[in-house]
């Protein structure tokens, strides 16, 4: 049997580099425009590896909501900073379809 081969992370600098736009943190609602940053995964299923970043399908997400995710922010369970992940990620791409970021292929 023949091992899949390994896909590349999906990297676009114009994807992180849109969460300077975006009107808020995504998971927080926090409005301080400069700090909203791209978060990456932290799961090896994305992509995350020992010095890897999982693929650049990020979410939008201000320092503190990120350090949570990062696990810089003692006392939340892995199922929780999983959550605030993927909600901010979601609220992510659908900030990104509403204005026109990010366009559906015909």
């Given at each position: 049997m023949n091992p899949q081969p390994k896909q590349k992370n999906f990297r676009?600098?114009?994807?992180?580099?849109?969460?300077?736009?975006?009107?808020?943190?995504?998971?927080?609602?926090?409005?301080?425009?400069?700090?909203?940053?791209a978060c990456h995964?932290?799961?090896?299923?994305?992509?995350?590896?020992?010095?890897?970043?999982?693929?650049d399908a990020?979410?939008?997400?201000?320092?503190?909501?990120h350090d949570l995710v990062d696990?810089?922010?003692?006392?939340?369970?892995?199922?929780?900073r999983e959550y605030v992940f993927l909600y901010g990620a979601f609220k992510t791409w659908l900030w990104l379809l509403q204005t026109g970021h990010l366009k559906v292929a015909a």
């Amino acid at each position: 049997m023949n091992p899949q081969p390994k896909q590349k992370n999906f990297r676009s600098q114009k994807l992180c580099d849109l969460a300077r736009e975006a009107p808020h943190c995504m998971y927080c609602g926090r409005t301080n425009m400069d700090d909203v940053v791209a978060c990456h995964s932290n799961h090896l299923a994305d992509g995350k590896g020992m010095s890897l970043k999982a693929s650049d399908a990020c979410a939008y997400l201000c320092p503190k909501c990120h350090d949570l995710v990062d696990e810089r922010t003692s006392g939340y369970s892995e199922e929780f900073r999983e959550y605030v992940f993927l909600y901010g990620a979601f609220k992510t791409w659908l900030w990104l379809l509403q204005t026109g970021h990010l366009k559906v292929a015909a």
